[in-house]
């Protein structure tokens, strides 16, 4: 064409193809480029790419080779392997780091030194600051428009073969800067069409997520209503039996056979309403109704009524809770705390198994152990134990413990798990200390 | 000696509740329903109440604002199965607030504590 090299109109149509069969960003700059520097394509020595982000144009590709010894031998395979454009281009986005394209990634120039050169028209020499970058005043600045905008631009050189840029078909280049500017430009949208994609099926994901978790809420709630219901109608039958129950100890003698059994009746109607309060969750909005208890006797209460099953398992207790050390707490809530503390502790450690529970005094707290000879709990389930609906067993919802922690939390107290000296876990619950009379009982 | 009056609408739960509190004591009359509580205030001198929430005709709440009305330095003990309203009692004027429960000991104490016993 006119004597100019190049490319002429057939081979810039082939190319434009091959450029718009990339879709993905990184292949396309990468095809861009690589029709710059082929000799069957532009021949230049090197390419520069800088994409526009913001107000800033930004290395983005840098390719050729890194100096004289390198264009040679880069030359010279070329020329021995007579690899075709074709070959070349779809040989692109194999990812090859190098001084240049580290260097590329260093370039940021505001647009507004561009200004002025930013229209479909390729200058030699110019815009003059680029020859610092380049290390050649020999250079064609490219600017990359495609429908509308300049989304990039590109310089090239000659460094190596010095050859003239002014050799080059400028028209040509033009007609190219316009095919890569909709290159990239379809390449964005494309990028931003994926993003939005994945944006799309992330939030479909995060609904289908809150769907389901709104679901298994809604079932609870029904079952936690219904529970409640059945709760209330049991609660006053309760009361009466073991109310009636105590009212009969009382009037019998003390040494009377019949009270033995009516121990039993009044440790089981105990164990019903605490059974119910677990069922009920009634816990949820619980303001306690807190006083100075004797730790030993919320214990005690809480050992009654597991004895018959820890017996039965021929489970080993120690208790060592000294007399006369009060906590300042809500009586049902605590022996709430215990018995599931205990429960947890029978489970573990199964037959034969060991339970301790202990109490050490700090300055202003108690510190309430127990501790059981069973497996122990995983270091990674440490974080997770006190969570609702965490639960390693295979029944139940994995309330217990959030429960627990819940009232711990609020008597101002906090709860702690640890290896225990029997091997198995020790739960520490820390509890203020309470006075010497019981007072504020409606507080 | 004090007087107590009891509203449940549970005629067992009331008569259980009136020989344990007879026990240790006190003078003990009954009502099954919030309406009724509020005749009897009306008609004698008592010095505490205990009040059920739950009741047919007039519940516990509304019957707290009437008993209060007619005498202001009675004593009220809320005793419910339901921990749900534990955080308004105060605000409702009650004394105190009591979970139905088969160890009585606790609400006998909060009787005798409101009495000065």
Redesign the interface.
Known sequence: MGGKEGPDIRDLLKIDEFLHSALELDQALCRILTALTAGEGFGFNRALLLLRKGEYFEGEKWIGPVSHEDAARIWEELERKKITLQEMLEQCGEKRENVLSKKAKEIKIHYEKLQGYLERKVRIGEPKFFSEILGTREFAFLPLIGRENCTGIILADNIYSGKKIEEIDVNMLEFYGAIAGAVIERALLYTELRKEKERYEQAYRKMKELQESTRRVERLAALGEATAMI??EL??P??????????IM?KLEPGEKLQEKLKVI?RT??RL?LALMNLSG??K???P?YRSLPLSSVIQDTLLILGPEMEKMEIEVEKEIPEGLTVWGD??LLRHVFLNLLKNAVEACGRGGRIRIWCEERENEFVVSVDDSGPGVKREDVEEIFKPFFSRKSSGLGLGLSIVKKIVDAHGGRIEVKESPLGGASFQVYLPKGGED?EN??R | MKRILLVDD?E??LE??R??LQ?EGFSVDTATNGREAVEKVKEKEYDLVVLDI?MPEMDGIEALGYILGERKDIKVVLNT????Y??NFLTWGA??????????S?LV??IK??LCL
């Open positions: 709760a209330h609660r006053n309760l009361v009466i039996i073991g109310g009636y129950t105590d009212y009382k009044k109607v105990r309403e009634y816990l909005d619980v303001s109704g009586p049902e019981e009982i409606a | 549970d067992d739960l259980l509740y020989e344990t026990e739950r199965a339901y921990a749900s534990k955080d004394d105190a607030y009591i979970l139905k429960s088969s160890d009585l606790e104490a909060a504590k409101l």
